[in-house]
């Protein structure tokens, strides 16, 4: 899958938000990618976590036994 397919994920859930952020970073951005949208679409998650899957896979050598991360948030 590529960028453009992504955001197009992110399109159709309604999860690009346009205007004015202020990043915690405290970097600033007009555009916002509002990842729980798209969690409210098993769908749409379902494509995007094999697609990240089939990433990792072609990336990281050798047998992977878990990938942890945050629920969400940081």
């Given amino acids: 899958m590529n960028t453009d397919e992504v ?3 992110f399109r159709e859930a309604g999860a690009v ?3 004015h952020f202020i990043l915690t ?3 600033r ?3 916002f990618l509002q990842k ?3 969690f409210m679409h ?3 998650t379902e494509l995007l976590c094999k697609a990240l899957a089939e ?3 072609a990336g990281v050598p ?3 036994d878990y990938v942890v991360g945050p629920a969400i948030g940081g």
Avoid: F
Wanted: charged share 30%; glycine share 16%; net charge positive.
């Fill in 17 to 19: 938000l346009e205007g």
């Fill in 55 to 57: 990433k990792i896979r």
């Fill in 7 to 9: 955001l197009g994920i």
């Fill in 36 to 38: 729980a949208r798209v």
């Fill in 25 to 27: 970073s405290g970097l």
């Fill in 62 to 64: 050798g047998k992977i």
């Fill in 42 to 44: 098993a769908d749409k």
């Fill in 29 to 31: 951005s007009p555009v």
